[in-house]
């Protein structure tokens, strides 16, 4: 082993540090544009300036049957303000929600923050990750506030269908119970499932969405993001939860007004072009990765992404000797290999690892090649 070696962060979320992994240039003069016009001089406390959630609001209302408007709007700092907001909004006595065994770790953060207890629910990856819906029902009960679902789905990189989606707007409305919608990987698909918005189904069931411009542009730094409201039928208004959002933003950090001058100009005008290549990039990484972790037996990945950054692999520890569990794998890993993969630990499901694959090719080679070495190291001998 050479410990000299460059460190390769595979643990990373965001790709965007890297040259193949550049924001597009319409994003950019966008900002300059924002700078330039003095407009983002003007500050605007509480809820987000007018035209970035009117901008917003015709962004989203492209794949929606019904009208958002921009009072459905709030804008926040990323998506991980909205992820907070909504959390603590919600949050009352014994209450409890419901989240994926694989998630985004925030959302366990600010639920036991908000002393709201965590019921997770499963995910079927030998169903391309569909949530269980039967086990849904079993977990719920009458203190259950919301259930979160993420699509396309960080970190196991799926892609709900209508078919899937329309199922759980029906089971959230026969539990009573609104569903949260991290869409903000919406702009990264590559594989054939489309995406569909989870606010379609509004008129079934209330639905929040999460969204920012972090993944699909990605700027991840520029924590802008947002949360739109469908509520067709005035669940939110006649319960006070629009209400409660706005005092709780009225007290909180605003996301940037120069981002919000320039978020109509980012949405309205970025090419195509610019979510085809960064895609096709993605696609290209995935299969290059997906096809060689066939050579590593003890990392199983059992669905091969359609979005997001990331490949989840299983980790078979009966395949290898003097490895405790998936946080003792990717320790000896990054001793001994200056490789450095996320434990799925930390998002909730132990024994599993996730690689990032938003690098650049080269990084990715070298990365296998070392996990490759790692394993022959450590796996039993009667399996060599």
């Not at 366990?108 to 908000?114: E, F, K, L, N, V």
């Not at 980012?266 to 990484?285: G, P, V």
């Not at 998002?347 to 996990?371: H, P, T």
């Amino acid at each position: 082993k050479d410990v000299k070696r460059t460190i390769l962060p595979l643990g990373h979320g965001d790709p965007s540090v890297y040259p193949c992994f550049k924001t597009s240039v319409d994003a950019e003069e966008a900002v300059a544009e924002s700078l330039r016009s003095g407009a983002a001089n003007s500050y605007a406390p509480g809820v987000g300036i007018l035209p970035a959630r009117r901008a917003v609001a015709n962004y989203l209302n492209r794949d929606l049957p019904h009208e958002l408007k921009s009072d459905d709007i709030f804008m926040t700092v990323g998506c991980c303000q909205g992820i907070e907001t909504i959390i603590h909004v919600l949050s009352c006595p014994k209450s409890n929600i419901l989240l994926p065994s694989l998630i985004y770790p925030l959302y366990y953060s600010h639920a036991i923050y908000s002393q709201v207890e965590i019921r997770k629910y499963d995910l079927l990856p030998d169903q391309d990750w569909e949530i269980d819906l039967q086990g849904i029902e079993v977990i719920a009960d009458d203190n259950t506030i919301a259930m979160v679902i993420a699509n396309p789905h960080n970190p196991c990189g799926n892609v709900y269908t209508y078919q899937h989606l329309k199922k759980v707007a029906e089971m959230a409305k026969k539990l009573g119970i609104m569903v949260i919608s991290d869409e903000v990987y919406k702009h990264t698909i590559y594989g054939e499932n489309p995406f569909v918005p989870m606010g379609i189904f509004a008129s079934i069931v209330p639905v929040v969405t999460l969204g920012s411009v972090s993944k699909g542009w990605l700027v991840p730094g520029w924590r802008i993001g947002w949360m739109a409201m469908h509520d067709p039928n005035n669940v939110f208004k006649t319960t006070g939860v629009v209400e409660s959002i706005k005092d709780l933003l009225n007290i909180s950090p605003d996301p940037s007004t120069i981002l919000q001058v320039a978020l109509p100009n980012i949405l309205e005008k970025t090419k195509k072009d610019f979510f085809d290549k960064k895609n096709l990039t993605f696609r290209q990484n995935v299969d290059m990765m997906f096809d060689a972790l066939k050579e590593v037996p003890c990392l199983v990945c059992p669905k091969k992404p359609e979005s997001c950054a990331y490949l989840v692999t299983k980790l078979d520890l009966s395949l290898l000797e003097d490895i405790t569990d998936d946080v003792d794998f990717c320790m000896k890993l990054a001793r001994e290999e200056n490789l450095v993969l996320l434990p799925g630990e930390a998002l909730g499901k132990k024994n599993w690892v996730r690689i990032s694959i938003g690098v650049e090719r080269s990084m990715l080679e070298d990365a296998f090649a070392r996990l490759k070495s790692f394993v022959a190291r450590h796996v039993k001998s009667q399996t060599t």
